[in-house]
């Protein structure tokens, strides 16, 4: 089933290759396929705190699908049929949104460079982002604190003469006003994300890396103090991602020697204990960027989802 007309920030697909939407578990067991497409990347699932919806963009648009589904389910074909989301005319919402803890709003970025927010049930989109000079400066949403007034955000910058070239962490109320800078520094930062408990963000860093692109996965205080570094291998590590329980951190590994958070790479979704001790395997395959970009956990912290990116016969890795 194709998902297209409206969206304008399209993702196309090898030939060959699809997209599939997928529910994994702590335990490791085999996951169950919610929806797949061969028509155009899906992206970055969101889990709603009631349970009942999953989120992914596709296209420029944000769309939901029944967490409970089962991809062959129904008389329909592929048996699922996700349902488009009106942001309010946004037509380019890129892979970071996120779902309040109510469930009533989500936030998401879009290609003007900013965040908004819209209703879940969908209607008119509100800007909450700031304009910045100089420009351009670009916002990327990952996270919004527990009791939903706070959001956490990448701001990129130019730095050196390249665009994108000063990323770093800020916040900022969700009902819009001043910016906070977390961090200030030329080592990229990216994925920012409250714990539940709301007394820390969650990020991957290159700070302290010996060699460009290795990141690894550290939190602070949501003032920026007590910066701790929650990884240390040679793996490269994005997108933590905290249990709803506070327990576990599910995050993204790319093989030693990426740079950034490609697409179509052979990846792996680590869990990490939040008490410490070594990450555990969870799955691995085909995929990268969109795979788990935001939070996707359920509500009862048991499951996850994700988005995977097999290629009929052989694969074209990069």
Do not use: C, K
């Not at 290759?17 to 970055?44: F, H, K, W």
């Not at 989301?85 to 037509?91: C, E, K, N, R």
């Not at 701790?228 to 020697?257: C, K």
């Amino acid at each position: 089933m194709t998902i297209t007309g409206a969206g304008t920030n399209v993702r196309p697909l090898a030939p060959g290759q699809r997209a599939r939407l997928l529910v994994g578990d702590i335990d490791g067991g085999e996951p169950r396929l919610v929806y797949e497409t061969a028509d155009s990347a899906l992206e970055a699932p969101n889990w709603s705190p009631d349970g009942r919806w999953l989120v992914v963009n596709q296209d420029g648009l944000l769309l939901r699908i029944p967490a409970e589904a089962a991809h062959g389910d129904g008389d329909h074909g592929d048996g699922v049929l996700p349902e488009v989301i009106d942001t309010g005319g946004i037509t380019d919402a890129n892979n970071d949104h996120v779902l309040s803890p109510d469930g009533a709003t989500v936030y998401l970025s879009a290609g003007d460079g900013h965040i908004h927010a819209v209703p879940f049930a969908g209607g008119p989109a509100r800007r909450v982002t700031n304009d910045r000079a100089p420009g351009p400066f670009r916002h990327f949403l990952h996270g919004v604190s527990p009791d939903g007034l706070t959001l956490s955000y990448v701001g990129v910058e130019p730095y050196g003469g390249d665009e994108w070239g000063y990323r770093n962490i800020f916040t900022l109320p969700s009902a819009g006003g001043p910016d906070t800078r977390l961090t200030d520094g030329p080592a990229p930062a990216d994925g920012p994300e409250f714990t539940p408990d709301g007394g820390w963000i969650l990020f991957n860093s290159e700070h302290g890396a010996d060699v460009p692109g290795h990141a690894q996965l550290f939190r602070m205080r949501p003032d920026g103090s007590e910066l701790t570094r929650l990884t240390s291998d040679e793996r490269v590590n994005w997108f933590p991602h905290a249990s709803p329980d506070g327990r576990h951190i599910l995050y993204i590994s790319f093989p030693p020697g990426t740079e950034g958070h490609p697409a179509d790479r052979d990846v792996v979704l680590r869990l990490l204990d939040s008490a410490g001790g070594p990450p555990r395997d969870l799955l691995a395959f085909f995929g990268g960027q969109g795979s788990l970009n935001v939070n996707s956990w359920s509500p009862d912290s048991r499951r996850f989802a994700y988005v995977d990116y097999p290629v009929d016969g052989p694969q074209h890795r990069g």
